[in-house]
C-alpha cells in the first residue's frame, strides 16, 4: 500500500485538531469577546508566525490586538500588560523557556494555545486550547504541526466572528462599512426622458460609469445601464437608437440616500432576488444627487 502524501498527512492534522480543539473553541473565544483591554499574541519560531497572523486577524475584527515578541518581552516589553488585558500564548510543546516566562509572569489570564495541556505552559495557563498534536516528518522543519496549530488560531478567530464581531465597528472592514456614501459617490450622469438613445450612448461612453439617470427638474425618473441599452439593441436592432431615453429606462430604480452608510448601499445592491451593481443617490428632499457603483463599495475597502 502506498504511504499517505504529504497532503493526506496535513488533511489528517487539521481534522485531529479540529477535534482536539472543539470543546475548547467557544470557551477560548469567549475569553477574547470578553476582554477590555488589549489581546497579546505571543509564540516563538514557527509558532510565532501563527501568533502574529492571530494578532493580525484579531485586529481586523477590531479588537486591540498585538504581536508581542517574548524575546523583547523578557527585556521589558511586557510592562505594557496590565490587569484587563489577555496574553495568548502559541507553543506546540508548552515548554519554550521564554513563552513560559512570559506565561508565569503575566499580569493578566492567558491563554494557550498548545499541544500539551500538562506542559509548564499549560499549568500556568487560565484555558488551553489544545491543537491535536501532530508529528512532523523527521528531519524536517516543523510543517504538520505548525499546519494544525495554524489551523486552530484561524478557527479561534472565526468563533470570534461568528458572535457578531466578523466585521467589527472598531476595525477596517467595519470602520469601510460605515463611510457615507456620499463620500464615494459619482456626480450624476443625468439626461433627459426625451433624449434620443443615440445621445444617451454617447453619455454612456464619457462617463464611464455603467449607467446615466433620468432626472427632471432635479427629481429622479428612471435609470438607465450598459445592460438595459444592451437589450434594447438585441430587442430593437438599429432602430432602439431612435428611441426616446425613457422607453428603454427601468423606471423607479432602486436608490440610496446620500447620508446612508457603504453597508446599507452594499445591502441594496446585493440583498435581492437579482443583483444590481449601481445606485442613483437622492438628497433628504428626493433630488438626484449623484450615483454609487458596487466598484466604488469595492475600493472602499468592502469588497
Not at 488533511?11 to 477590555?36: D, I, M, N, T
Not at 523578557?74 to 519554550?96: C, M, P, Y
Not at 495541556?117 to 486550547?129: F, I, K, Q, T
Not at 426625451?194 to 429622479?220: I, K
Request: proline share 8%.
Amino acid at each position: 500500500m502506498d504511504s499517505p502524501s504529504p497532503f493526506d498527512q496535513y488533511a489528517a492534522a487539521v481534522r485531529a485538531a479540529g477535534q482536539a480543539a472543539g470543546p475548547a473553541l467557544e470557551p477560548a473565544a469567549a475569553q477574547v469577546r470578553r476582554c477590555r483591554g488589549l489581546v497579546a499574541c505571543a509564540g516563538a519560531g514557527k509558532s510565532g508566525i501563527v501568533a502574529r497572523k492571530l494578532a493580525s486577524s484579531l485586529a481586523t475584527l477590531g479588537r486591540r490586538a498585538l504581536w508581542l515578541d517574548p524575546g523583547a518581552a523578557a527585556h521589558g516589553e511586557a510592562a505594557l500588560l496590565g490587569a484587563n488585558d489577555l496574553l495568548v500564548l502559541v507553543s506546540r510543546s508548552g515548554e519554550s523557556d521564554e513563552v513560559v516566562a512570559l506565561a508565569l509572569g503575566a499580569p493578566c489570564p492567558v491563554l494557550a494555545l498548545c499541544d500539551r495541556p500538562l506542559s509548564r505552559l499549560g499549568r500556568a495557563a487560565a484555558l488551553v486550547l489544545p491543537c491535536g498534536g501532530a508529528s512532523d516528518p523527521e528531519g524536517l522543519p516543523p510543517s504538520t504541526s505548525w499546519l494544525a496549530m495554524a489551523a486552530v488560531a484561524e478557527a479561534l478567530v472565526a468563533a470570534v466572528g461568528a458572535a457578531g464581531e466578523a466585521v467589527h465597528p472598531a476595525g477596517a472592514l467595519g470602520r469601510a462599512r460605515e463611510i457615507p456614501v456620499a463620500r464615494v459617490m459619482h456626480p450624476p450622469p443625468g439626461v433627459d426622458p426625451e433624449q434620443p438613445v443615440s445621445e444617451v450612448l454617447g453619455v454612456l461612453t464619457r462617463h464611464a460609469l455603467g449607467a446615466v439617470l433620468l432626472e427632471q427638474d432635479g427629481l429622479l425618473l428612471g435609470i438607465i445601464t450598459d445592460g438595459d441599452l444592451r437589450r434594447a439593441v438585441e430587442r430593437e436592432g438599429a432602430g432602439a437608437l431612435d428611441l426616446p431615453a425613457q422607453a428603454i429606462a427601468t423606471r423607479a430604480p432602486v436608490s440610496v440616500r446620500e447620508a446612508a452608510s457603504l453597508g446599507e448601499a452594499l445591502r441594496l445592491m446585493e440583498d435581492r432576488p437579482s443583483q444590481i451593481a449601481v445606485l442613483p443617490v437622492l438628497d433628504e428632499q428626493d433630488r438626484v444627487v449623484g450615483l454609487v457603483r458596487l466598484h466604488d463599495l469595492v475600493r472602499a475597502g468592502l469588497g
